[in-house]
Nanobody
Framework: QVRLVESGGGLVQPGGSLRLSCAASGNIFSRYTMAWYRQAPGKERELVASITRSGGTNYADSVKDRFTISRDNAKNTVYLQMNSLEFEDTAVYYC?????????WGQGTQVTVSS
């Protein structure tokens, strides 16, 4: 059984920073790609960033040069450092991974960018 638990969301002003964390349990973390998705009100869930087990990264165009995804395989944790936050970054952020059979999602953490 894989469990993903996000933390680090909150309220931040435009231009501010937050770091999200996702702690994973179960024998999966070091073997698979991890990702962050987000879903804003009234919009579809979208991929924000992903990181392979060897550290290769991929970002949505809207967050490139502002967000950084990283992972610590020893701690079974993936991070999302978010800088220069904009109103449009307001969303629930979800941690995601999958093995050969199943998708796994965290419960989500709210990020609100507001002045």
């Amino acid at each position: 059984q894989v469990r993903l638990v996000e933390s680090g969301g909150g309220l931040v002003q435009p231009g501010g920073s937050l770091r999200l964390s996702c702690a994973a349990s179960g024998n999966i973390f070091s073997r698979y790609t991890m990702a962050w998705y987000r879903q804003a009100p009234g919009k579809e869930r979208e991929l924000v960033a992903s990181i392979t087990r060897s550290g290769g990264t991929n970002y949505a165009d809207s967050v490139k040069d502002r967000f950084t995804i990283s992972r610590d395989n020893a701690k079974n944790t993936v991070y999302l450092q978010m800088n220069s936050l904009e109103f449009e970054d307001t969303a629930v952020y979800y941690c995601y991974t999958r093995d050969s059979i199943l998708d796994y999602w965290g419960q989500g953490t709210q990020v609100t960018v507001s002045s």
